[in-house]
């Protein structure tokens, strides 16, 4: 296993991490998190929301189950909470808006997991500047119980999560200095978050990539890589996938959430690779993105569209699906696609080529045409 540094934190990762959201159960959990271990994964993401039954019966408190006993120094443990105006749900996490809730926030999942201190703790979903303002504005707000949290010694470092805009994260980071943490949605089919990249190499702050498969689209094969990078032939898309993600300087460790044996000896295999994907072949990698879809811009998932559409529909994630289809051939998609058929919100048929996605669109894409595009492949799939 590889390991990297977290920013300027001091703090080493290995390059896979653990994530926590898919564990089947408390027993399941046992058994990825021994295994994980063995194969010297040290991160590890946690979130009391994911499974949530009851107060100790949740993933939180699976891993706190699984880790009982064990050396804490050779592990590094990051919780969150979500920022929120609203009602809270202070149990799971959810919805936290002020002092008093977030240090409740952390002193429950100090409990469960059974720890004296973690590592990390971050803002959950903190993709909006609503979220921002909910969590940092004010005295009585998350940010001073984590704050007050980190100066007793209960957490060592802050973040946040964001599936946000890359201007947005770099404005959060640029306002709230404390943050030397970030974890954001980022793979070979949605590169919108590249810039924060950048921006948290030059002011080491650390990276965690979530999302590396796309919730399992980026799988099986595809033919399409070794057009242009053929010593990538034969080698599964996943494979590819961590590759060009930890081929990143910028990123500290990947996280997925796997939940069989065979997925994370997998996955730690490619991030024991020294070099997983060279420097120059990365730069050929994203070059070639534009030989496959023929000269087009892609879509970079950058969601400056999203609620634009008088129809609401989902128009980056559209975009995001085609391009898997049809540029970098993905067939793990195909049933999705074949789904939208019969989708009220997301029925790509009921585009009535307004514009108003393509006059927020930063690359100006012909967003009308591939929706036209999509409602082709998708009456294709269904005939097949």
Same mark, same amino acid.
């Given at each position: 296993m590889q390991y990297r540094p977290v920013g300027n934190t001091g703090v080493m990762v290995s390059a896979l991490g653990i994530g926590t959201m898919r564990f089947k159960g408390r027993e399941n959990a046992a058994e990825m998190i021994e295994r994980e271990l063995e194969l010297g994964l040290t991160y590890c993401d946690i979130g009391s929301a994911y499974s949530y039954k009851a107060f100790d019966e949740n993933a939180e408190a699976w891993v706190g189950a699984a880790i009982a006993g064990k050396d804490r120094s050779k592990m590094v443990l990051s919780a969150k909470a979500q920022p $929120?105006?609203? +009602? &809270?749900?202070? +149990?799971? @996490? /959810?919805?936290?808006?002020? %002092?008093?809730?977030?240090?409740?926030?952390?002193?429950?999942?100090?409990?469960?997991? @059974?720890?004296?201190?973690?590592?990390?703790?971050? /803002?959950?979903? !903190?993709?909006?500047?609503?979220?921002?303002?909910?969590?940092?504005?004010?005295?009585?707000? &998350? *940010?001073?119980?984590?704050?007050?949290? #980190?100066?007793?010694?209960?957490?060592?470092?802050?973040?946040?999560?964001?599936?946000?805009?890359?201007?947005?994260?770099?404005?959060? /980071?640029?306002?709230?200095?404390?943050?030397?943490?970030?974890?954001?949605?980022?793979?070979?089919?949605?590169r919108y978050p590249e810039r924060v990249l950048d921006y948290c190499r030059q002011n080491g702050i650390g990276v965690c990539i979530m999302g590396p498969l796309r919730g399992g689209l980026l799988t099986g094969e595809s033919e399409v890589f070794a057009e242009m990078l053929p010593e990538l032939a034969g080698m599964p898309v996943q494979e590819?996938? *961590? $590759?060009?993600?930890?081929?990143?300087?910028?990123?500290?460790?990947?996280?997925?959430? !796997?939940?069989?044996?065979?997925?994370? +000896?997998?996955?730690? $295999?490619?991030?024991?690779?020294?070099? &997983?994907?060279?420097?120059?072949?990365?730069? %050929?990698?994203?070059?070639?993105?534009?030989?496959?879809?023929?000269?087009?811009?892609?879509?970079? @998932?950058? #969601?400056?569209?999203? @609620?634009?559409?008088?129809e609401g529909l989902p128009v980056s994630h559209l975009m995001g699906l085609l391009q898997l289809h049809d540029v970098f051939r993905i067939h793990t998609v195909d049933a999705q696609i074949k789904g939208l058929a019969g989708n009220e919100r997301a029925n790509p048929a009921k585009c009535v080529a307004c514009g108003a996605c393509v006059e927020a669109c930063p690359q100006d894409l012909d967003i009308p045409g591939r929706m036209e595009r999509l409602t082709v492949v998708i009456e294709e799939l269904n005939r097949e």
């Open positions: $929120r105006k609203g +009602e &809270p749900q202070v +149990e799971k @996490g /959810l919805g936290i808006s002020s %002092r008093d809730q977030m240090a409740q926030c952390i002193e429950n999942s100090l409990k469960r997991v @059974g720890v004296p201190y973690f590592d990390f703790y971050q /803002l959950w979903d !903190m993709s909006a500047p609503d979220h921002f303002e909910a969590a940092c504005v004010g005295d009585d707000s &998350p *940010l001073t119980a984590m704050r007050e949290a #980190r100066d007793q010694g209960l957490v060592k470092h802050l973040g946040f999560t964001s599936h946000g805009g890359a201007d947005d994260i770099i404005s959060w /980071l640029q306002q709230v200095p404390d943050f030397r943490f970030v974890t954001v949605y980022y793979n070979f089919n949605d590819i996938a *961590l $590759r060009f993600l930890l081929g990143s300087p910028a990123v500290s460790t990947v996280i997925s959430g !796997m939940n069989e044996i065979a997925h994370v +000896e997998e996955n730690a $295999r490619v991030a024991s690779l020294e070099e &997983p994907m060279p420097a120059d072949q990365r730069v %050929r990698f994203i070059e070639a993105f534009r030989e496959f879809s023929q000269g087009q811009d892609l879509c970079t @998932g950058c #969601r400056y569209c999203a @609620g634009k559409c008088q």
